[in-house]
């Protein structure tokens, strides 16, 4: 049944087909199908999950978090904390070079670090406590605060968009507002750029030069072993062609399975599951464009509440129960910091008071543009399920189809949607990276130098501070659910639900996969 599956999909998948010769003639090829396609190159300029996994192949980072989210040394070889914790001192390990031959210096270092927190909204609040950075020689710098910062190496090593990678100075200088041009990095694997074909392949080759550190592996701690010798990251759009292909041998390494199939690959012979760690590994939010009407309103941004059934959402992404979970909030539940802030948002379903409070915000059936993808695999559906809402509840929507690399490029722009811009788009976040205040870039509300959607509320950013300074973990949670509350109300994003989808792969091909919760870890894996 799977072979005739497969044959028939084949046939609509020519990009797939068309890279097939050229793999089979390597010895150690990972073959991977992820969640998306690689069309930006450049992990800082986008929060996009794929452009993040293609920049922790390739870039390394300072610290990395490991699976109990606790920031271990991964660039750095040691490191020092002035006594009243506002001057930190990092020393370089030895061995790091870019991959065309340079050594990594503090100068690369500091220029990446600007940029990523000039961009990325957790890099953006620990500089807003950082003062000076300097170098002392090339492999040592400094790193001074104003006041001491509880969230410091934790935001260095996060595992979730947007990582903060180290680039070469010359790339680290371009504005954070454009991409760069190309993707040098010093990690276990180099983009090898001249095959990259948007839309059918990305190819990463082994970066023979990387020394991986001597502690075992944990998310994005310890040794980054390159264990294959190249890495193609092939798109397959369809989720049954996919699937089949990796029921096959066609492929080694399926990200992200839709759940419907979940059954049939438990009962693939040579295929296994694997859960991606402690927590579900997804939450999804509907972002609104808190600078244009009508959602410049916050009483029209509260209205949208009541067009989401969380069941709905979760039954047309995931389906079956076992695997998603209702959650009407934005601090992931069965994180440290649970809360129950503002959940009574999200208590009623109800259609004709979305479309009454809308228009007591001043709308007046002007259409509504939404940024609707027509290729992932959550996102899509999802999207589906909020027009059907929208249109139910008598909203003149203006649906605007197109592939995700598109929404994601479009979604950055502040123009009004008659002119190019947006009012509504749906994405995902890591369930990991939601579950603490600093760490979740999308609860944030920094205005003009925050995420898409640009929510801007000083009390959200004051909080989201007094925690990064917060001394115990009962004041931690005491702030993260007053937090909770302030940003529901004003509605920096609608929650959908969060769910957990388990990574499927060829047991007996490959081994050493390393889970992590947020971007999939591609290092560490080895060929049989």
Known sequence: MFNRVFAGALALALPFAAVQAPAQAQEKVLKAVMHADVRVIDPIWTTQTIANIHGALIYDTLFGNDADQKPQPQMVGKYEVSPDKLTYTFTLRDGLKFHDGSPVTTKDVIASLKRWGAKDGVGQRLMGFVTKMEPVDDKTFTMVLKAPYGMVLESLGKTSSSIAAIMREKDA?????????????????????DQWVPGSKAVYLKNKDYQPRTEPPSSFAGAKVPGVDRIELVWISDPQTAMSAL?????????????????????????????????????????????????????????????????????????????????????????????????????????????????????????????????HATITPATQVLIQAMREAGINVDAQSMDWGSVVSRRAKKDPPAQGGWNIFVTTSGGVGSANPVLHTWIGAAC???????????????????????????????????????????????????????LAYRADRIDGIVPNTGLAVLWGITKK
């Open 247 to 375: 029921i096959n041998g066609e492929i080694d390494f399926y990200e992200a399975p839709t759940n419907d199939f979940l059954p049939l690959l438990e009962k693939a012979r040579g295929v296994k599951l694997m859960k991606t760690g402690k927590i579900d590994s997804t939450q999804g939010f509907i972002r609104l464009n808190h600078l244009q009407p009508p959602f410049d309103n916050v009483k029209a941004r509260q209205a949208m509440y009541y067009l989401i059934n969380q069941e709905d959402f979760l039954r047309a992404i995931v389906g079956n129960p076992k695997y998603y979970k209702v959650c009407p909030a934005l601090l992931t539940c069965g994180g440290p910091y649970e809360s129950a802030g503002g959940r009574e948002w999200m208590k009623e379903y109800n259609p004709k008071k979305a479309l009454q409070l809308l228009k007591e915000a001043g709308y007046k059936g002007e259409p509504i543009t939404v940024l609707s993808a027509t290729d």
């Open 173 to 193: 200088l371009t504005d954070p507002q454009q991409q760069v041009k190309e993707a040098v990095g010093s990690g276990p694997y180099m983009f090898a750029k």
């Open 448 to 502: 003009d130098k925050g995420l898409f959607g640009w929510p801007c509320d000083a009390k959200i950013e004051e909080l989201r501070n007094a925690f990064g300074m917060a001394q115990s973990e009962e004041e931690r949670k005491k702030i993260a659910n007053e937090l909770q509350a302030r940003a529901m109300e004003q509605v920096v994003y609608i929650p959908f639900g969060q769910w957990d989808t388990p």
